[in-house]
């Protein structure tokens, strides 16, 4: 997974900035996981310091957060990323 989702990113992130799924998808999981997505620890905060960046720029395009029915009938990316985006608060 961790080259895979690196890989994802690194096709994405020229546009990034202007994708409010892109940057609310990426940055959640960098945020809850970035300690898992690479073995080595500074290239892993990376990843913390990213997730801190696509959350500011997510609330710029979506200050009241993401709509959780971007995700409907996404399949399990969908599903967890719906109940995500109902948290209250939440990223």
Do not use: C
Request: net charge negative.
């Amino acid at each position: 997974m961790l080259p895979l989702f690196a890989e994802v990113h690194d096709y994405f992130e020229p546009e990034i900035y202007k994708d409010v799924e892109m940057l609310y998808v990426v940055g959640l999981i960098s945020h809850m996981h970035w300690f898992m997505l690479d073995d080595d620890i500074e290239v892993a905060k990376v990843w913390e310091e990213r997730s801190k960046k696509y959350h500011k720029q997510y609330r710029a395009l979506a200050p009241n957060g993401i709509d959780p029915l971007i995700f409907l009938n996404r399949g399990a990316y969908g599903d967890h990323f719906t109940g995500q985006a109902k948290v209250e608060g939440g990223y």
